[in-house]
């Protein structure tokens, strides 16, 4: 074994992964929802539906000129040929057309504001029952006819194994800036999956988020796996749809993923990726190295909301 695995999988790790030859269901010992009713917005309700479903959609929590503001200053960053250089920003595999731009609430103004805006650092607060501290922002910007889906995945299986968070204290808040329609590659969820880990086979190449934040294939779960998750355990596949503005919340380990845009709508959303500061990234579980802070923070300092 190396130095990592020792390390960390002997010691710490609770959800080993990139390590067995065959991938396994594993039972989620964390809990979910940490927070009750009393200590923010969601109402019990709500809080039940996040843990049970491992997602909850909240309508209409930003104005229609506050989603304008955002998609203007989106279509100006895509333009801009500075942004397009910067190794922050992702484009499409296939084509020049920006597929995401990490750590947009360092970079830009706008973003900053909706980042620490405390309609959703509070929620955020609720759920993971302590002071947050955004581990990770990006805009994913899905063009009309060549934005390019996302496989499958476990946010928490990346961030565990390449990033270093041990428990799945995590969450992200992902708004809308686009009408979300059945036809332009909507978020897809498997409800309830946040329960379940599934670990993954083959071991992380170096500097993996190269490629990684392109298409991901490391990392990603094997058929079977999916097969029993929604079928086997019958939690079905829900589309998650909305108006702009609209505000999702979902838990680090929820099985997700979208299809390819082939459609002449735009699908555009901002994503702040909320983690506990009880929570703090140790050495990656998976991988000889962590991703770069842009990616990744390493850097716990709490949120203040605004």
Do not use: C
């Not at 298409?215 to 702009?244: F, K, M, Y």
């Amino acid at each position: 074994m190396t130095r990592m695995d020792t390390a960390n999988i002997t010691a710490q790790d609770l959800y080993p992964t990139r390590i067995a030859s065959e991938p396994e269901l594993l039972e989620r010992t964390d809990p979910v929802v940490h927070g009750s009713a009393q200590d923010g917005p969601l109402t019990q309700g709500q809080l039940d539906t996040f843990d049970r479903d491992g997602a909850l959609v909240v309508e209409d929590l930003f104005s229609d000129d506050e989603v304008a503001r955002m998609r203007d200053r989106l279509a100006t960053l895509s333009a801009d040929p500075a942004v397009r250089a910067d190794e922050r920003t992702v484009t499409e595999l296939t084509s020049d057309e920006v597929r995401s731009i990490f750590e947009i609430h360092r970079s830009d103004e706008v973003f900053r504001s909706i980042a620490t805006d405390a309609r959703i650092v509070e929620p955020a607060r609720q759920i993971l029952g302590s002071e947050v501290y955004i581990h990770q922002s990006r805009i994913n910007a899905k063009p009309g006819f060549t934005g390019d889906g996302f496989w499958w995945h476990s946010d928490f299986e990346t961030w565990h194994a390449e990033d270093g968070l041990p428990r799945m204290r995590t969450l992200s808040a992902s708004i809308t800036l686009t009408e979300n329609t059945p036809v332009n590659g909507p978020l897809l969820i498997v409800p309830g999956s946040h329960r379940t880990f599934v670990t993954t086979v083959g071991e992380t190449p170096e500097d993996h988020y190269r490629n990684s934040l392109k298409r991901q294939e490391i990392g990603t779960p094997d058929h079977d796996s999916l097969h029993e998750l929604i079928v086997g355990q019958q939690a079905g596949i829900r589309q998650i749809l909305g108006r702009p503005g609209s505000v999702v919340f979902f838990d680090a380990n929820l099985m997700h993923g979208s299809a390819s845009n082939i459609s002449p709508y735009p699908r555009s959303n901002v994503f702040v990726v909320f983690n506990s500061v009880d929570n703090a990234a140790v050495e990656p579980f998976a991988a000889r190295a962590p991703r770069p802070s842009f990616i990744a923070a390493r850097d716990v300092e709490p949120v203040i909301p605004r």
